[in-house]
RNA sequence: GUGGGAGUAGCUCAACUGGUUAGAGCGUCGGGUUGUGGCCCCGGAGGCUGUGGGUUCAAGUCCCAUCUCUCACCCCA
């Protein structure tokens, strides 16, 4: 065999773009809708920016980054996430004094050399949606609304918004601590995950799906005891605005995200039928992350879609129109009759096409019949003679006559009038 | 990184306990219709059986390695 793609990357074949152009057009529309604008970042950043902005402690930064060195010797990474590219030029093009609030979005690819299984690419796509600059929990409640509509509004199905909050600088440490104490008198009973991540990152106990370890954790303490009065009002009145735009959702005091940037509000948009990579859609505020990444203390809230995990949930194939005319025409003379045709009615927004090569009608009648096309234009010796065109509707293969003087006007009016009655 | 399953024509899959020329459907190309698509009928092309080693008189089939796909763990969108 030939040279194939890389393990974990994936072509995206024609039969399956109009997919993506649906989906894309989709979150466009809801963002434009919100008053989103968007930035387009580099896939390629240097090292330290991953490091410093997810943490040097995660499995991502650990052992999934696509890190290579420069020829001038500056560690680069292929970007594992988003939102850290973002906020670097956020900070680097001074978009904070502009003033306001900035809420932004993007869309393109993400690498993490993890091992690929349903839903998990080592080259994957997200839609991104980060607002920066507002303390309020409005701007949380858009965020999920965001992720949310852009689902519901793809037809989505089966989805559940799950929320819950991870406290700030002031709450969570009491939190932490007593967790800590509890993990340790109940270790006997955690799988060796667990006790792995017990000393580690504390929080992603509460991910285990282990049975035991969920029976263990009944009682642990959880941030929910802990908010100080101001994460708990947060909390309250981000989901007070979630209930006011009728979205559902279900406090999970369980849930924890693997990002150390996140503070306060969390959530995850999950869907049955994806396997073990349940996750569509994630996010939360990070309020220390701009700061930590060398800019000014600006709080922040963002969003992720994972879009290939979105594409399975999205059954039904698009089809693409490939054309309204395919115009058969027979011999050197017809063709170049007929070029100056396309350009009107393509200019006309009619799609069209004919063969490249000088094919017998029989031939070109399959063309046409492979493509689709509502219409196929006869352009013959005897059709220039008699100076009258043959206009064939595919679906039946009644033919009607065009004379040549106004052939592109008449075509013009019938396609234009299919479309009509559609 | 760890574990399970799988790699045969463009696609979906056959080939009994190793045994002669690796088959079928779909697709594709051509013909039946020298200027009329789809449906039907007839015919053709297309394979170093993922790759490399090994066992054997003989390997698509057994063994080892490797690559890829897939599912799960881990982790995450």
Sequence with gaps: MSIKAVRGFKDILPEESAKWHLVEEVAREVFRGFGLSEIRTPILEKTELFARGIGEQTDIVEKEMYTFEDRNGDMLTLRPEATAGIIRAYIEHKLHGRGGVCRLFTMGPMFRHERPQKGRLRQFHQINVEILGSHSPLADAEVMWLAWQVLQDLGIEGLRLEVNSLGCPQCRPAHRQDLLTFLENVSGELCPDCNRRRKRNPLRVFDCKNQG???????????????????????????????????????????????????????????????????????????????????????????????????????????????????????????????????????????????????????????????RSRYVLIVGEDELDEEVLKLRRMADGAQEEIPLDEAVQRISEILGKESEDE
Aim: hydrophobic fraction near 45%; proline fraction near 4%.
């Design 213 to 371: 370890c969920r029976d263990a954790l009944r009682l642990a303490p959880l941030i929910k005891h802990y908010m100080c009065p101001d994460c708990a009002g947060h909390l309250g009145q981000a989901l007070d605005f979630l209930e006011g735009v009728g979205i559902p959702f279900v406090w999970n005091p369980y849930l924890v995200r693997g990002l150390d940037y996140y503070t306060r509000t969390t959530f995850e948009i999950v869907a049955s039928g994806l396997g073990a990579q349940s996750t569509v859609a994630a996010g939360g505020r990070y309020d220390g992350l701009v700061k930590e990444l060398g800019g000014p203390d600006v709080p922040g809230v963002g969003m992720a879609i994972g879009v290939e995990r979105l594409m399975l949930l999205l059954e039904d194939e698009v089809e693409q129109e490939l054309a309204d005319l395919f115009i058969a025409a027979l011999g050197r003379d017809a063709r170049e009759e007929v070029v100056p045709w396309l350009k009107e009615l393509r200019a006309g927004g009619f799609i069209v096409q004919m063969s490249y090569e000088d094919k017998g009608l029989k031939a070109q009648l399959k063309q046409a019949d492979r493509l």
